[in-house]
């Protein structure tokens, strides 16, 4: 059984740090891709990054290329997400998702085929 558990949510001042941890289970990093999207409130879930679980090739939103660092932790079963210089923008829960086929489409969310329950991150003064 797949799981996904996001954590490392907060709030963090702009300009800001912050690292989203997702723990997986139930399914080995090699053959699938992992992910990172956002969904703000009134808007629809955004891919934010990926990154395969076989190479460790990683993909960006074109947007957050450069502030936001995606790796993975084989031993750990584990994906992080670094985010630096957090904007007034980026607040949104922050999804981490599996793709089965190794696809890292982040235009397209609902190619994923697990997902876990989200962690929020807000930015604040």
């Known amino acids: 059984q797949v799981q996904l558990v996001e954590s490392g949510g907060g709030v963090v001042q702009p300009g800001g740090p912050l690292r989203l941890s997702c723990a997986h289970s139930?399914?080995?990093?090699?053959?699938?891709?992992l992910l990172w999207l956002r969904q703000a409130p009134g808007k629809g879930r955004e891919g934010v990054s990926c990154?395969?679980?076989?190479?460790?090739?990683?993909v960006y939103a074109a947007s957050l290329k450069g502030r936001f660092a995606i790796s993975r932790d084989v031993a750990r079963d584990t994906v992080t997400m670094d985010m630096n210089y957090l904007k007034p923008e980026d607040p949104a829960v922050y999804y981490c998702?599996?793709?089965?086929?190794?696809?890292?489409?982040?235009?397209?969310?609902?190619?994923?085929?697990?997902w876990g329950q989200g962690t929020q991150v807000t930015v604040s003064l």
């Open positions: 998702a599996v793709n089965e086929f190794r696809l890292c489409v982040l235009s397209d969310p609902q190619v994923n085929d697990y």
């Open positions: 139930g399914f080995s990093m090699n053959d699938y891709a």
């Open positions: 990154i395969n679980g076989r190479d460790g090739s990683t």
